[in-house]
């Protein structure tokens, strides 16, 4: 039922086209691109219930209806994940496209986060996620451990309504073992380590309430601010909707507890409604210097309304361009770039992959090329480029041949408990002549800097 993707950076799967026939394979559910748009037509011949809807409506359908909404989420959950849903009417039903795409976008996160530098799915990763704020639907465990068969997940509410709600929605779908629930208090920490039993955590997934006060709720609700009045009509509870600070003063307690957690949650993420609240967050998560942040944009459709997402981590692992930074905003927003292309100079006629491999083979450096996808990663210990260090490091090697001893090799690369300050990615695209270095791990900005501008130097020359 998609008409189209969101971002080209996933191949389309054969889900693009069989969505409504044909049962999903595992493969397919675990990377389903994320929503571009909702083909109606094409839902109505898969689900009766909204079928009957979308005949009534004659092709307009009345999203201030609350019922139209759970009939489309309950449609779109079903057809695309094979999932059901039960939520009581006085709770928010989540629209799935919103939802799904956050999701999406967490996936990529982790993904290309990988220890092993993958930057692909992994089906036997084992991760696991917090659900801050489930909601009656448990929405968004129910969407990360249905496409995500060694995914595990806890999720936490205050609501006991919502509660009990989200436990008989796993159970229905048969994903509760795979999650912890905790009902917590307002006064309990949002990431309430002692409480869950966990060590760690590979992320948080969030939607908090946005509103400061009902008359906050209602000025939105209608529409103030904004150039279109939103097209759905939303039941959520006040509980749901309502926080001290809104998802400002939510998010912010999220930082102020990330800066204590640190390392034990590797991505903490969260929902913002407005993009001045994320941009309030990000600046809060500058202020603590913390600068491996990820920033992204969940949209479905263009009139629909936008929600900015905001990740950080105190990790040294870098997440892409393509999924850190959504560079519709200002720069000074946006993450230090983690890709660096270096356009091979017209009249260039050397073979930009021997001098490359060459090169990197010949430094105190791990590296490992692979010449027929022409894509190559290192590790660095710290900067082996300067002439300085090159110098000491041939003298050393040329003693250690003299001596004979091959045991005592003075290679970084002979050790393997190498604490790791830089790592890489290069990978040339010959048919468009540029060499592509991605910042894969490390936390110092200038040693990456350096690592490009030596890379950059060699084709200048
Ligand atoms: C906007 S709803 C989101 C529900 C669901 N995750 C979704 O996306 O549809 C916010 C949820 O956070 C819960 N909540 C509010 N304060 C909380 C807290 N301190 N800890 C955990 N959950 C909280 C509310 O009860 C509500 O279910």
Not at 79 to 108: A, E, G, H, K, M
Not at 193 to 219: E, I, W, Y
Not at 352 to 371: C, F, N, P, Q, Y
Request: glycine fraction near 6%; proline fraction near 5%.
């Amino acid at each position: 039922m998609r008409l189209t993707f969101a971002w080209p950076a996933r191949p389309p799967s054969s889900h693009h086209h069989a969505a409504t026939i044909v049962l999903m394979d595992e493969t397919d559910l675990a990377q389903l691109p994320p929503y571009a748009n909702i083909d109606f037509k094409s839902l109505a011949k898969t689900d009766p219930a909204f079928k009957t809807l979308w005949q009534k409506s004659s092709g307009h359908l009345d999203f201030q209806d609350p019922s139209t909404t759970v009939t489309l989420s309950k449609a779109i959950l079903k057809t695309d994940f094979d999932l059901s849903l039960d939520v009581p009417d006085d709770r928010l039903c989540p629209p799935i496209p919103n939802r799904w795409n956050y999701v999406s976008w967490i996936q990529s996160l982790i993904d290309s986060t990988s220890p092993n530098y993958t930057s692909t799915y992994d089906p036997d990763r084992l991760v696991t996620g917090l659900d801050i704020g489930t909601g009656a639907s448990a929405i968004y465990t129910m969407l990360c451990l249905q496409t995500r068969p060694k995914w595990t997940m806890c999720a936490t509410d205050i609501d006991k309504k919502s509660f009990d709600s989200a436990i008989r929605n796993l159970t229905i779908n048969g994903l509760v073992t795979r999650t912890k629930m905790l009902q917590t208090i307002p006064e309990n920490p949002l990431i309430p380590f002692q409480h869950l039993g966990v060590g760690k955590l590979d992320f948080t997934v969030c939607n908090p309430p946005f509103f400061t006060s009902l008359t906050d709720m209602r000025a939105s609700l209608q529409g103030e601010g904004k150039s279109a009045k939103p097209n759905a009509i939303c039941t959520g509870a006040e509980v749901e909707m309502l926080c001290q600070g809104g998802d400002l003063g939510f998010v912010s307690r999220m930082v102020e507890e990330s800066l204590l957690l640190r390392e034990k949650v590797t991505w903490y993420t969260s929902m913002l409604g407005k993009l001045e609240s994320a941009k309030a967050i990000i600046t809060l998560l500058k202020s603590h210097g913390i600068e491996n942040r990820a920033v992204g944009v969940v949209e479905v459709g263009t009139a629909a309304t936008k929600r900015w997402v905001v990740a950080w981590s105190f990790g040294d692992l870098r997440p892409p361009q393509s999924v850190a930074r959504f560079e519709r905003i200002a720069n000074e927003f946006l993450p230090f770039p983690t890709e660096y292309r270096i356009e091979l100079p017209e009249g260039y006629d050397g073979d930009a992959v021997m001098v490359i491999d060459r090169l990197l083979s010949s430094l105190d450096l791990k590296w490992t090329w692979d010449g027929e996808r022409m894509v190559g990663v290192g590790e660095a210990a710290q900067v082996v480029w300067n002439r300085a260090y090159r110098r000491e490091h041939e003298r050393k090697k040329k003693e250690a041949a003299l001596a004979g001893d091959r045991d005592r090799d003075t290679q970084m690369h002979g050790q393997d408990e190498m604490k790791v300050a830089l790592a890489f990615r290069v990978s040339i695209d010959k048919a468009q002549r540029v060499v592509v270095i991605e910042w894969l791990k490390g936390r110092d900005r200038v040693i990456w800097e350096s690592f490009c501008g030596m890379l950059h130097r060699v084709f200048k020359k």
